[in-house]
Structure formats: structure tokens, C-alpha cells
């Protein structure tokens, strides 16, 4: 459950983001955003990989993920942000090859969880940049976010 009650002199109150868990809000934050999709890639056939990324995202410096993907196979890579905390978060997710080209971008405007599909041309390693998208970040909102990262295949 995203949202923690806090019992305090009998009067009921949502408990802030600094008065949970940082591990429960980021867990919480997966399950959000594996169900909004789980059921539907689990119809089309994708595999959610083990190797998924939960932690604090920062507006200033993108988390940046290496993944090996292969010719032939779908990917769909999502990520999310607590909405809880954050209210919408503008967020984005970009495939680089290598050499640093970057192959595929996918944002969204202060909704969560973002989704991005790709099929590599070639088997190899690619560069997942992850962040709280510049281009539409809002001065009102904080820097950081609790957020998570999924990948899934077939």
C-alpha cells in the first residue's frame, strides 16, 4: 500500500516520505508499477527479468543501467516514481548503443510509469539512461524521486 496511516492522539494522518521506510516506499513503488503492466505482458508473452533497479532518482545526474539485450528479441522497460511523494513525475527512459547514439527515447509528462518497447538490431550491450526528464521537470517539483526500473522480454 503506497499510502501509510500514522494513529497520533486518536486523530488519523497520511505519513510523510520521510516518516516511512525508504526501502517499503521503494518496494511499494515496484509493485505499483508491475501491476500496471504485468497482466498485459504476461497476455502478450514477455518475461520479467530479475535484474531490476529500485532507488532514488535525481534530477541532476541520470541513473544509467547496462543491460545485455539481443537481436531478435522485444524489450519493454519501465520505470516509475512514487506518485505519493512526488504528485506526477515528468520521466524518461533512452537506449544508447556503445558508442553513445542514442536509439530510443521514451517520456511522459508528470504521469508514472513510463514505458519505452525496443528491439536491438544487434546482440550487445546497451547504455538504459533513466531520469527525471529536464525538458519537462516543473521548478515547483523536488529533485528526487523514489522510482523504479523493470525490464521485460520475449
Known sequence: ???MVVGMAGLMRVAT???REPQ???DDTCVLALRSIDRELKQEGYTLRADNWTGLLDANEPQLVQSQMFNGHEYVLVLAADPVQRGGVPLMIQ???RSGKV???ARTEGRSPVVLQ???ERTGSYL??????PANADADQPA?????????YR
Open 128 to 133: 538504459l539512461v533513466l531520469r527525471i526528464d
Open 17 to 19: 516520505a520521510e516518516e
Open 95 to 97: 537506449v544508447a548503443d
Open 118 to 120: 525496443f528491439s536491438p
Open 103 to 105: 536509439l530510443a527515447t
Open 1 to 3: 500500500m503506497l499510502v
Open 144 to 152: 528526487r524521486a523514489l522510482s523504479a526500473f523493470m525490464v521485460a
Open 24 to 26: 517499503t516506499i521503494i
